[in-house]
């Protein structure tokens, strides 16, 4: 079955790049035709969706998020990729990636999901 | 934006209780909503799709209904491993979540 798995720093700068990779194992990341997306909870608050990238590399972003994220694919490696720009403080959080379904009106909920890796914003 | 609102914030029940999770959208989403429960240092589980369809391996137990601006999980009878936060998504238009109901031991 699909499985995913984040990695990435634990702890970023202020105003540096957050960077992070989920990794992709039990499918291929390029068939099939799903949604791949990225999304975070801030400690003891609730779930942000922050975007996604479609099998074909298509994206699509949070607007809140919009002018600091990209989201990518490297189907060599079966991976997608978080990148944040010039992070604060208010981007500590717990990240995860996760998949939505597919088809029978599955598309839009996260079906399969990582377990999450905390980063945390300090100098 | 879509925004949705649980009610309650947190619920306390006993084992055995039927339980009750509103959800309410800013504006009509028709069936896009999805319910996840979520423990503490883990990540959410998806339990109900396109509002009322039990993803796979979910127990009847949980039930979810509603379609527009309002939406429902029900859980018929709460087990030990029930207790949790629940969040609701709606994905007709971007996703977002609400802001979590905790249902704690009464």
């Known amino acids: 079955q699909v499985q995913l798995q984040e990695s990435g720093p634990g702890l970023v700068n202020p105003s540096q790049t957050l960077s992070l990779t989920c990794t992709v194992s039990?499918?291929?990341?390029?068939?099939?035709?799903?949604?791949w997306s990225w999304l975070r909870q801030h400690p003891g608050k609730g779930l942000e969706w922050i975007g996604y990238v479609y099998s074909r590399g298509n994206t699509y972003y949070n607007p809140s998020l919009k002018s600091r994220l990209t989201i990518s694919l490297d189907t060599s490696k079966n991976q997608f990729s978080l990148r944040l720009s010039s992070v604060t403080a208010a981007d500590t959080a717990l990240y995860f990636c996760?998949?939505?379904?597919?088809?029978?009106?599955?598309?839009?909920?996260?079906?399969?999901w990582g377990q999450g890796t905390m980063v945390t914003v300090s100098s | 934006d879509i925004q949705m609102t649980q009610s309650p914030s947190t619920l306390s029940a006993s084992v055995g209780d039927r339980v009750t999770i509103t959800c309410r959208a800013s504006q009509s989403i028709g069936s896009w909503l999805a319910w996840y429960q979520q423990k503490p240092g883990k990540a959410p589980k998806l339990l109900i799709y396109?509002?009322?369809i039990l993803e796979s391996g979910v127990p009847s137990r949980f039930s979810g209904s509603g379609s527009g601006t309002e939406f429902t999980l029900t859980i018929s009878s709460l087990q030990p491993d029930d207790f949790a936060t629940y969040y609701c998504q709606q994905n007709n238009s971007f996703r977002t979540f609400g802001q979590g109901t905790k249902v704690e031991i009464k």
């Open positions: 996760a998949r939505e379904g597919l088809g029978d009106g599955s598309v839009g909920s996260f079906h399969i």
């Open positions: 396109k509002a009322s």
């Open positions: 039990g499918g291929s990341i390029s068939r099939g035709g799903y949604y």
